[in-house]
């Protein structure tokens, strides 16, 4: 199957180019914003306790998270697999419209910023973790359709009838492939979107203190470590041992982060206590 060649370039505006990349980004931070809103609004999903920031707060949060994907994620992009190019050529760093951007990056950049607004504001981290984590799949399905629409992270040959020759794979001659992007858009994305939703208002995990953030650590990993079965290995990176990737072993402390998280949150000490009546 051909690769359908999208234009990674939605529209030029004169010298302005609105990117695909750009947009999903922008499109899965304010859907991600909004759902954080839609998710403090409703006190009975956080019962006996209440939500962990008023929409207020929430407004300002997003400021830093934004900055922690951008500055995360090209970071860790340049660290994890920039192979050294980068500082060559430091220039290129700022080049983010060219892609080249690390989850794993991103990731760490969220959790810091989110734990320096926590403190900055007297916020419960781990409560307030459990309000992001919800929504972090949607920035994860719009950020892996952009990788699909750019041609880029493509997967591993396959005989399969859906795999797609991409032009920018160095196959001579071009080889079909798994459209990783898109198992990862289903997987990081709608599937794991939804376990976390059924954990919000169907298991009621909310009220348990780092329930929802392990149990995001938990899938997203489990979801990368499977699929990096499909998905090409990084050009330039090199052979670890036991078949391990980069995307692998960065996942598996996330596992292991998420999977003590949930069996705190199980302690009678990890459940919220019951808000505190305002002062008259």
């Given amino acids: 199957m051909p690769f359908p060649h999208f234009d990674p370039v939605l529209i030029h505006l004169g010298p302005l180019a609105i990117r695909w990349y750009a947009l999903a980004y922008i499109a899965g931070i304010l859907l991600g914003w909004r759902y954080a809103l839609r998710l403090i609004g409703q006190a009975r999903l956080w019962a006996p306790g209440g939500p962990p920031a008023n929409t207020i ?72 973790a459990d309000l992001v984590a919800p929504c972090a799949p949607i920035g994860l399905f719009f950020g892996r359709i952009a990788n699909f629409i750019n041609g880029e992270l493509w997967g591993r040959p396959t005989s399969l009838p859906w795999g797609i020759i991409f032009p920018s794979a160095p196959d001579n001659p071009p080889l079909p492939r798994h459209p990783s992007q898109l198992y990862e858009a289903g997987l990081e994305g709608l599937a794991l979107f939804l376990l976390l939703r059924w954990a919000t208002h169907r298991a009621q995990w909310l009220p348990r203190q780092g329930a929802l953030t392990g149990l995001f650590l938990v899938g997203y990993g489990i979801v990368r470590i499977s699929l990096e079965n499909v998905r090409n290995p990084d050009i330039g990176m090199p052979a670890f041992p036991l078949g391990l990737t980069m995307g692998m072993i960065l996942s598996i402390p996330m596992v292991a982060a998420g999977a003590w998280l949930i069996w705190r949150s199980r302690r009678p000490a990890a459940l919220a206590q019951p808000a505190e009546a305002p002062q008259a």
Avoid: C
Wanted: proline share 1%; net charge positive.
């Fill in 57 to 128: 707060q929430i407004d300002d949060l997003i400021l830093w998270v934004t900055l922690g994907i951008i500055v995360g994620g090209r970071t860790g992009y340049v660290l994890f697999y920039g192979q050294g190019q980068y500082w060559k050529h430091p220039l290129e760093i700022f080049k983010l419209w060219e892609g080249g951007m690390s989850f794993h990056g991103g990731f760490l950049g969220v959790a810091l910023a989110v734990t320096l607004f926590a403190r900055a504001n007297r916020l419960d981290l781990l409560r307030l």
